[in-house]
């Protein structure tokens, strides 16, 4: 379930900007969510931001809000993770993910809730 390929991560002085971008989910059907987790040494992988592709809405954790925008071209089949005002608290390993689940109780709010995953991009913000 290695099929989608992140790209953007890199090493950014605190207060910059990157932009992560995730692809391959052309062949997916019926994808219900997809967002951006991360997750560093010895903790679990936790949600970043998750949009909705019925309705297009967004969720996302509460220490990214106002500074991380997750979208979605759709053309070109890719999700993206606008990050800005980044800080060292946000380096991390960054993951897509998606979920195609019509279970009601999946809102790809978990790691588990997911079934797509791509391999990660590294994020670090130097102080």
């Known amino acids: 379930q290695g099929q989608l390929v992140e790209s953007g991560g890199g090493s950014v002085q605190a207060g910059g900007s990157l932009r992560l971008s995730c692809a391959g989910f052309?062949?997916?059907?019926?994808?219900?969510?997809m967002g951006w987790f991360r997750q560093t040494p010895g903790k679990e992988r936790e949600r970043v931001a998750t949009?909705?592709?019925?309705?297009?809405?967004?969720i996302y954790a509460d220490s990214v809000k106002g500074r991380f925008t997750i979208s979605q071209e759709k053309a070109k089949k890719t999700v993206y993770l606008q990050m800005d005002r980044l800080t060292p608290e946000d380096t991390a390993i960054y993951y897509c993910?998606?979920?195609?689940?019509?279970?009601?109780?999946?809102?790809?709010?978990?790691?588990?809730?997911?079934?797509?995953w791509g391999r990660g991009t590294q994020v670090t913000v130097s102080s």
């Open positions: 949009l909705y592709t019925g309705s297009g809405g967004t």
């Open positions: 052309g062949g997916i059907v019926s994808i219900k969510c």
């Open positions: 993910a998606l979920s195609n689940n019509p279970a009601a109780h999946i809102q790809c709010s978990s790691a588990a809730d997911n079934n797509y």
